[in-house]
């Protein structure tokens, strides 16, 4: 524990411009569970901490797409949000944690499926996707989970203001495991993900705050999808906000996270919810 506390310190305060200050860990069985899920983990920590500072901080957790599944650890970093977060200048106005899990590449232990945040019902489909999700929750998602867990129990962490986002395929993991543990989150981003409207109702009466981005001319994942929890989540008395760009594609997390000053995060960052300390 002490050593690495030490070593994320020293991660955190390298300043040449290819050092990111996010700190990669090879992650064990004796460190998570399952230990079949994530391999690669990378947390940020606020600008300026130290282990004797007694503040509490918010905790962004970001999904990655389909496109940066491994063990490394390193190619979700690449993404947009977790770079944006790793700049001086958003590492100083959103002081915070930050958990990017790694999806692992390759098929999953039943060997039918490749590993996906989310148990789809047939993944060997091209897209663009039309599938429901299955009711188990995948090893990879449960790594995830559990890495979760691993922070909150190591780190100061504002348990009022955990958020939840992700693009593409972590856009999906997004709604689904919102769905799985609504309680846990004061806020979540879901970017051109792939939902399925079952899932809409435990989000909504947990009165998670929600602001979902999709392009009308995504050729990934349907935009459809996207209107339809919408629909859904406003039937069960939800505030959803939904962004939907006009002429997008599938690369939408720049215009995301970069517009209006960054809006989204800084929406974002204004939620908080009630919870018993």
């Known amino acids: 524990m002490k050593f690495f506390v030490i070593l994320l310190l020293l991660m955190v305060v390298k300043t040449s ?10 992650v064990g069985e004796e460190r998570m569970v399952p230990p079949t ?33 491994g063990t490394d650890g390193a190619k979700p970093l690449k993404e947009e949000l977790p770079r944006l977060l790793a700049t001086p200048e958003l590492r100083e106005k959103f002081r915070c944690f930050v958990l990017v899990p790694q999806c692992q590449d390759g098929d999953d232990a ?16 091209k897209p663009p996707f039309w ?27 504002d348990v009022a203001r955990i958020y ?14 919102a769905s799985r543990d609504p309680d846990r989150f004061a806020g979540m981003v879901p970017v051109c993900g792939l939902s399925d409207v079952r899932r809409a109702k435990p989000v909504a009466i947990a009165k998670v705050p929600v602001w979902t981005f999709h392009g009308d001319q995504d ?32 690369g939408i997390a720049k215009r995301v996270w970069g517009e209006d000053d960054h809006a989204a ?9 009630v919870v018993d300390r």
């Open 37 to 69: 899920a994530n391999r690669g983990c990378g947390l940020m920590v606020p600008l300026g901490w130290t282990v004797e500072d007694k503040a509490r901080y918010p905790l962004v957790i970001y999904m990655h797409g389909g496109g940066s599944k």
């Open 110 to 125: 039943s060997g039918e499926r490749p590993n996906n945040w989310v148990k789809w019902d047939n993944q060997r489909l």
């Open 131 to 157: 599938l429901k999700s299955d009711e188990e929750a995948s090893d990879q998602l449960l790594g995830a989970m559990a890495a979760l867990e691993d922070v909150l129990a190591r780190y100061p962490v």
């Open 219 to 250: 050729d990934q994942v349907p935009v459809q999808r996207t209107r339809d929890m919408v629909v859904a989540l406003k039937k069960e008395g939800s505030g959803v906000k939904y962004t939907e760009y006009a002429g997008g594609g599938h």
């Open 164 to 177: 939840l986002t992700g693009v593409s395929m972590g856009g999906s993991a997004s709604w689904n495991w």
């Open 265 to 273: 995060l800084r929406w974002l960052f204004e939620q908080r919810k």
């Open 17 to 26: 411009a290819e050092d990111s200050p996010y700190f990669r860990e090879e």
